[in-house]
């Protein structure tokens, strides 16, 4: 076990650090920077579609959510995102032009199969963005999208939630191509962004020492808050799902202006907040956000680009990611997020690849 651990403590802590080799993998022979586009080898003809159902649960829902935001910006297609134990009993609003988007990464989750089939019952079309080769998920529908991260051991998921961003962000490119809502320069320059990620997550990995100091610091609270605004929402709820998950600490996580209708009341000198702050179009706002927490006691833990010497100034602390596109932003963000759970929980002797009451794919209802 030792070795296949490949000297790593826990499997999670290997799979965090195999990410950049994940995003190789995932985006690799995809990307067509000449022609600003992406070659996912799908059937489906993103123009028989008007709108899209992502299904799916836990991390698998985030990055759907993820989806939401980067479909809806470049392709402008409508884009709803349910967790499929919702989704298939809600009786939702389907036809022939809908194309549901299953998302798993053992293709084997019994709610997200359910609700990929009553999306089919109810006429739509299909696409399963999928993990692991030959699973159920894979039989039921009609195109699949391989994110080929490599067997996930880990309970809690991390390189399969990776490989999920870069899928989504291949598709939000090629349904933008399609549409034409995407001009080729602007996809161009995207691509040249993704190219680049996998470095930059290595860089990412360097900041673990630093990330060690601040679980130090923390990791007696009993709650932890995590906010962002637009793609970096999901980072949040992904970064609160890690540590609760594997630490057993209560995380919330918000989309950073709705903090002033309820969870601004949670804030004291106990509760660290985990502000998503990287540069991007709502940067200003996410300050004014960090500049509220401050104002009530509560500390603050930056996730912010590097060379944002203002920041400092706010924050308790800060991790420094490096400078992408913002709506890539999430790739480089949520490594300090994993990296974080994971050095709370080893302080905490917890169990980190067997989290209790958890398991790798629920298969049962
Ligand atoms: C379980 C796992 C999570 C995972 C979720 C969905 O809850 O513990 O890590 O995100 O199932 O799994 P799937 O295989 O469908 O992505």
Redesign the pocket.
Known sequence: EAAEKGGFPHYMLKEIYEQPWVLENTLGGRLLEEVGDVDLGLELDPLEVDRVHMV?????AYAGLYGKYLLEGLARIPVECDVASEYRYRDPVVDGKTLAVA???????ID?LEGLREAKRKGARTLGVINAKGSSLTREVEAVLYIHAGPEIG???TK?YMAMLAAMAMLAIRFGRARGTLGQEEARALIRELKKLPRLVEEVLEKRPLIAHIAEKYHQAQDFLFLGRHVQVPTAYEGALKLKEISYIHAEAYPAGEMKHGPIALIDERLPVVVLATQGPLYEKTLSNIQEVRARGGKVIAVATEGDEEIRKLAQDVVYVPQVHPLLSPMVSVVPLQLLAYEVAVLLGRDVDQPRN?????TVE
């Open positions: 799916a649960c836990g991390t698998a998302i798993s990464q053992s293709g084997e989750t997200t309970v809690a998921s399969a958890l398991a790798k794919s629920v």
